[in-house]
């Protein structure tokens, strides 16, 4: 087997910004992985500018030398990849694609068959107020019942009224409202901002703190009268070692499980199994993929039956995109669309 990858940089539409950070643009590492016979697997190395925690000056000298190691035959521990999850999510991705025949298709089952569709959240980028609503007037005409809204970075009262906006206009019954922080709230304030979130019937909030303060985000956990999904808080963390204590300690209503960001499917199986373990509720969410890895994240998500929705709309966001199979009606993901993966992928090269 031979080893590859060429790098692509993924557009953005418009600027995408949260509380950490703005991006114009995503940079791709395409891996791909050739057999004897010619067949080739495709995996998406693209770590999060600013939250991966592979997101290193030395990240393209550790790809190089794993592509190195795996071309010399070097067994699996010698790729070292623990502390890698960008890396180890493409080639656990491209050894799939290679194992089901080089399709793209990286979970059997209808969905990849284009045969099963699945619920998804609309997701609202940060913006003015004015700028967020009209996001949220195009999510719920498309046929979005959930939309997930992006908060922290604009004045708190002002976010306040703009959920207020949308509540007075559509219902809990009609439209499921999810937030996410991204770490954004003060430890201090923080469950003083959940009880006054509380009254616009909220489905839940994304990491309302930053992440490793496992006693404060425990105290809000029991206390908040809004459910709290932990998100961030998983990264870095061995759900085999750490993962039980993480849980026991914080005990969320929610986990946000992201493939792309933890280190890939098999990592993320054992987070959806611990969850169940804890009666704790998850939904899969990728991570500004490009459409390559979004299939391979919905192939998997759709294996689970999960009948939450999913987080996984992303793919939309990108000017320089790839087209895929990949469609999005009225608030649902499925995968009915054309076939010319090798087409568009040589494209994208």
């Known amino acids: 087997m031979i080893a590859s990858y060429s790098i692509h940089d993924l ?28 067949k080739v697997g495709y995996g998406e190395i693209s770590p999060f500018p600013g939250l991966s925690m592979d997101d290193r000056e030395d990240f393209v000298q550790k790809l190089d030398q794993t592509i190195t190691l795996i071309n010399s035959r070097a067994q699996e521990e010698e790729l070292d990849l623990e502390k890698w999850p960008s890396i180890r999510f493409g080639l656990e991705m491209a050894r799939l ?9 990286f979970f059997k089952g209808p969905f990849a068959e284009g045969k099963l569709s699945m619920d998804i959240n609309g997701l609202i980028w940060m913006d003015s107020a004015e700028g967020m609503l009209r996001q949220v007037e195009e999510k719920i005409a ?61 489905h839940s909030i994304e990491q309302p ?57 098999k990592i993320s199986t054992e987070w959806i199994q611990l969850a169940g373990k804890e009666n704790i509720a998850w939904w899969i969410t990728s991570a500004l993929e490009s459409n390559l890895g979004l299939a391979a994240i919905a192939q998997y998500a759709a294996t689970w039956n999960n009948p ?42």
């Open 11 to 38: 557009t953005f539409k418009k600027p995408a910004k949260t509380s950490r950070n703005t991006l114009s643009a995503k940079r791709v590492y395409l891996l791909e992985l050739r057999n004897a016979d010619g």
């Open 97 to 105: 694609d290679l194992q089901n025949g080089g399709k793209r298709i």
């Open 142 to 202: 498309a046929g979005f019942h959930c939309i997930k809204m992006k908060i922290g970075a604009l004045d708190f009262d002002e976010e306040c009224r703009m959920l207020e906006v949308v509540r007075k206009k559509y219902t809990a019954f009609q439209i499921e409202l999810r937030v996410d922080a991204n770490g954004a709230f003060p430890k201090d304030d923080a469950l003083t901002l959940l009880k006054d979130l509380h009254r616009f019937e909220l």
């Open 209 to 265: 703190i930053a992440q490793g303060n496992w006693e404060d985000m425990a105290r809000l956990c029991a206390h908040s009268p809004l459910a709290i999904a932990l998100d961030e808080e998983l990264l870095g963390i061995d759900p085999a070692s750490g993962g039980l204590q993480l849980l026991r300690t914080i005990k969320p209503a929610y986990l946000i499980i992201k493939p792309g960001l933890l280190g890939g499917f």
């Open 308 to 349: 939450l929705p999913q987080g996984l709309g992303t793919g939309k966001l990108f000017t320089t995109n790839f087209s895929s199979p990949l469609r999005i009606h009225s608030g649902k993901l499925d995968q009915g669309g054309h076939d010319n993966w090798d087409r568009e992928i040589s494209l994208l090269k």
